[in-house]
């Protein structure tokens, strides 16, 4: 399985760590190749637009720049509508793209919530995949809340693809809070191309720990450790490591820091990734 394909599946697995939202945010990944760029949002009553301007290196030294936008507008009391466009350049000027639209609501319910999702994403050969997630928000009697949600992918040739996650996040006594989750992928067949685990302990103020897993259908699995510390207000570090079935290792680690810069919250982001090892 190519390695975009894995790091995809552990994104959907609920493996990484994910960084607080802010306004604007810019940095650079070095080692196996770097990214730099500044995303910003601005926001307007019942609206609010996402803009990313960034290049992305890769080990020869060839550099592409992306280019994506993102318009969200309120369409009603519990209804939204959302627009992304991206655009990628290579190095030769030539281009791919792809643009993703839809329709959202969150409804209340006697437990929590249901969001729905209905949209069509759109590559640059005019090739169309549909869209439909659910998630169902629940808050259980001991305090925890569980996030059950169903995606199902299906192409203009009526091929499909589903992801089932589930997480359930719960209060500590000691104040730490622990969020349990699980995914299984599908294919149109009932076939599990896939299934993921993952656990992350979160410490307010402190940082969160994220440990787990992903096994594809041919019983391959890819294993995740992970750690985000703050050490200053305002200072994160993050530092991660992936094992594949054979056991080669790929790590990465970095540091992010926010800044109000101009009447914004800016996101800069330092960090390096190591060239795949094998384990001892």
């Not at 604007?24 to 609010?48: E, I, N, V, Y």
């Not at 005019?126 to 928000?137: A, E, H, S």
């Given at each position: 399985?190519?390695?975009?394909?894995?790091?995809?599946?552990?994104?959907?697995a609920?493996?990484t760590?994910?960084?607080?939202?802010?306004?604007?945010?810019?940095?650079?990944?070095?080692?196996?190749?770097?990214?730099?760029?500044?995303?910003?949002?601005?926001?307007?009553?019942?609206?609010?637009?996402?803009?990313?301007?960034?290049?992305?290196?890769?080990?020869?030294?060839?550099?592409?720049?992306?280019?994506?936008?993102?318009?969200?507008?309120?369409?009603?009391?519990?209804t939204?509508s959302?627009?992304?466009?991206?655009?990628?350049?290579?190095?030769?000027?030539?281009?791919?793209?792809?643009?993703?639209?839809g329709?959202g609501?969150?409804?209340?319910?006697?437990?929590?919530?249901?969001?729905?999702?209905?949209?069509?994403?759109?590559?640059?050969?005019?090739?169309?995949?549909?869209?439909?997630?659910?998630?169902?928000?629940?808050?259980?009697?001991?305090?925890?809340?569980t996030?059950?949600?169903?995606?199902?992918?299906?192409?203009?040739?009526g091929?499909?693809?589903?992801?089932?996650?589930?997480?359930?996040?719960?209060?500590?006594?000691?104040?730490?809070?622990?969020?349990?989750?699980?995914?299984?992928?599908?294919?149109?067949?009932?076939?599990?191309?896939?299934?993921?685990?993952?656990?992350?302990?979160?410490?307010?103020?402190?940082?969160?720990?994220?440990?787990?897993?992903?096994?594809?259908?041919?019983?391959?699995?890819?294993?995740?450790?992970?750690?985000?510390?703050?050490?200053?207000?305002?200072?994160?570090?993050?530092?991660?490591?992936?094992?594949?079935p054979?056991?080669?290792?790929?790590?990465?680690?970095?540091?992010?820091?926010?800044?109000?810069?101009?009447?914004?919250?800016?996101?800069i982001?330092?960090?390096?990734?190591?060239?795949?090892?094998?384990?001892?």
């Amino acid at each position: 399985m190519k390695n975009s394909t894995i790091l995809g599946c552990l994104l959907l697995a609920g493996l990484t760590l994910a960084a607080p939202g802010v306004q604007a945010r810019g940095g650079a990944r070095t080692g196996s190749g770097s990214r730099q760029g500044t995303a910003t949002t601005t926001r307007q009553p019942g609206s609010a637009q996402r803009q990313y301007q960034g290049t992305r290196t890769g080990t020869q030294g060839n550099t592409s720049t992306v280019n994506r936008t993102t318009d969200v507008n309120r369409t009603g009391k519990n209804t939204y509508s959302r627009d992304t466009q991206q655009t990628v350049t290579g190095p030769n000027g030539q281009q791919r793209s792809w643009e993703a639209q839809g329709t959202g609501s969150v409804q209340k319910t006697e437990t929590g919530a249901q969001k729905t999702y209905q949209g069509t994403i759109t590559n640059s050969k005019g090739n169309t995949t549909d869209v439909n997630r659910t998630t169902d928000v629940t808050k259980n009697g001991d305090g925890s809340v569980t996030r059950d949600t169903n995606a199902t992918y299906t192409n203009e040739n009526g091929q499909s693809r589903t992801v089932d996650r589930t997480s359930t996040s719960t209060k500590n006594a000691d104040g730490t809070v622990t969020t349990e989750r699980e995914s299984t992928h599908t294919n149109g067949q009932g076939e599990v191309m896939g299934t993921g685990q993952s656990t992350t302990v979160h410490t307010p103020g402190e940082g969160s720990e994220t440990t787990g897993s992903y096994t594809n259908g041919q019983g391959g699995t890819w294993n995740y450790e992970g750690q985000s510390t703050r050490t200053e207000p305002g200072t994160v570090e993050h530092s991660q490591t992936v094992t594949n079935p054979t056991g080669q290792q790929r790590t990465s680690s970095g540091t992010a820091r926010w800044q109000y810069v101009d009447g914004k919250w800016v996101r800069i982001y330092s960090g390096q990734t190591t060239p795949v090892t094998p384990v001892p």
